[in-house]
């Protein structure tokens, strides 16, 4: 497994932009996808953004298509989501997730992950 920590959320605007930055340590990060999904309250964990191993392929959610993009850097271990546009409705706790299942390019369930950061908030006002 490894470790997660996220950082990079805060308080913004409608419109406005936010980085969220995921550390990785422990085992081979290189190897693993890597994903983001979110939690607003009274909801369910859903599915953001995922990346493969190599980088060269993600995939996401519909609401954030066009507007959020993924990225990673294996020789930092370090996993980013750009968020641009950002709207009331993308107001929730994000986490950042490790797993090989990512690699399919088609895994968006948040349910059998090996391995979750703690989650950071983004509040997006209106």
């Known amino acids: 497994q490894v470790q997660l920590v996220e950082s990079g959320g805060g308080l913004v605007q409608a419109g406005g932009s936010l980085r969220l930055s995921c550390a990785a340590s422990g085992r081979a990060f290189s190897n693993y996808g890597m994903g983001w999904f979110r939690q607003a309250p009274g909801k369910e964990r859903e599915f953001v953004a995922a990346i493969i191993w190599s980088g060269d392929n993600t995939y996401y959610a519909d609401s954030v298509k066009g507007r959020f993009t993924i990225s990673r850097d294996n020789a930092k271990n370090t996993v980013y989501l750009q968020m641009n546009s950002l709207k009331p409705e993308d107001t929730a706790v994000y986490y950042c997730?490790?797993?090989?299942?990512?690699?399919?390019?088609?895994?968006?369930?948040?349910?059998?992950?090996?391995?979750w950061g703690q989650g950071t908030q983004v509040t997006v006002s209106s």
């Open positions: 997730a490790a797993d090989p299942k990512f690699n399919s390019g088609s895994y968006y369930s948040p349910y059998g992950i090996g391995s």
